[in-house]
């Protein structure tokens, strides 16, 4: 506000932001909540009937199959027995993005970072609440699986936090080729391209 009662136009911009901020939780709560009740969801039917000894079910003939794995590594099973790695690397891009969510300016953007936070944190609770995978000694928090059950031809077994982190980082490259910053304004670049 000014002095004389006015709204300042400089006050439109951390208004903003705050949204912008708030944007990228909702995002980010909202993979959480699906990615959980579908791992639940997993591990109540699927985990069973693949256990013992069933066929994963298939959603779209051989393209799409709901099966089930405990997953103790990083994207695409690598890195097995580093659990507690992932876990801290999960720890410190959520707190780089919700320090770089401050300075949002696009809403693109928002939903980029919210989709790359909400990934993060869905696999990072499964390493924190489930035990190692089968036949691994608990060593510890951090060590757990992952959840994975959705399965293409040809590619690993993935979930719904796995898809938010990709589909966020195809986003981000767009958002990227497309000149947009952060802060939602073109690059010099675009800009003198206009």
Sequence with gaps: MTDDGAPDPGDAVPSRRSGLLWVTVAVALGVILVDQVTKALALAHLQPRIYGGGE???ILGPILKLTFTENTGAAFGLGAGFTWIFAIIALVVAVVIL???R???SVAWAIALGGLLGGALGNL????IRPPGV???YAGPGQGYVVDFLQLPNWPIFNVADMAIVGSAILM???TIRGVELTGKPTASV????
């Design 56 to 58: 994963p079910i298939e």
């Design 103 to 105: 300075r949002l300016g």
């Design 135 to 137: 036949g691994e000694a």
């Design 125 to 128: 609770i499964d390493r924190i």
């Design 99 to 101: 320090r770089t969510a």
């Design 173 to 175: 490259v767009l958002l």
């Design 191 to 194: 800009a003198a391209d206009a």
